[in-house]
């Protein structure tokens, strides 16, 4: 198994939970996708996840990582979409400023908030043979809980750096209560956001 990313912490978050878990056959590669080193080899499955949505050209980045399957070999992605954002239910006016804030930021550092309905199209582009399609909203209720406030507070530093709010106005540190309460006080369903995900096959 190995592991790719551009992120050097990424990478080392990546190599500690390897560890964690007593994972000894994951190597970790600090590499661009969109240009693997060779020496990477062939993989039986290649998969990602809001990975494609951050690529200037999606199809061209599929395309590359197609070089690296082996003959029949798969290529699963997850990828996001905002689609939902607009539709909230009025009664959780937290939420639906976090969540933009969200999209705003990645909007900002040049991801396409909208790609996950294209993700089909990409991989059909890319000379893929598509074997699943499926998309589901991602749905917090009372029940199960969000971790909309687990992600806002990740992507704070984020956030402060594109300008979209400051750590005042996302209080991290009441964040999550916050949203709690405003869920359980709602008696609504809330939609993230929709998750689209694709497997496709190399065709020999």
């Known amino acids: 198994m190995t592991g790719v990313d551009v992120s050097e912490s990424a990478l080392a978050a990546a190599r500690n939970k390897a560890d964690d878990g007593r994972v000894s056959s994951a190597r970790f590669v600090r590499a661009d996708i969109n240009g693997l080193p060779q020496g990477m080899g062939r993989f039986d499955v290649i998969v990602g996840r809001r990975v494609l949505m951050y690529q ?25 979409d905002g689609m939902l954002s607009p539709f909230q239910p009025c009664r959780m006016p937290l939420h639906a400023k976090v969540l933009a804030w969200m999209w705003d930021t990645v909007a900002r550092e040049g991801g396409d908030v909208r ?15 598509v074997t699943l399609a499926r998309a589901e909203a991602v749905l917090h209720t009372p029940e199960s809980g969000s971790d909309l406030g687990w992600a806002a507070k990740a992507m704070a530093p984020r956030m402060v750096s594109e300008g979209v709010a400051t750590l005042e106005e996302i209080g991290a540190e009441t964040l999550e209560e916050r949203l709690r ?7 609504e369903p809330f939609f993230r956001d929709m998750a689209f995900g694709v497997c496709a096959e190399m065709t020999v």
């Open 181 to 187: 309460t405003e869920l359980m006080k709602s008696g």
């Open 56 to 80: 200037k050209d999606p199809a061209r980045c599929a395309d590359a990582l197609i070089g690296h399957l082996e003959p029949g070999g798969r290529m699963i992605f997850q990828e996001s």
């Open 115 to 129: 790609f996950g309905r294209r993700l089909y199209a990409v991989m059909k582009t890319a000379g893929l043979s």
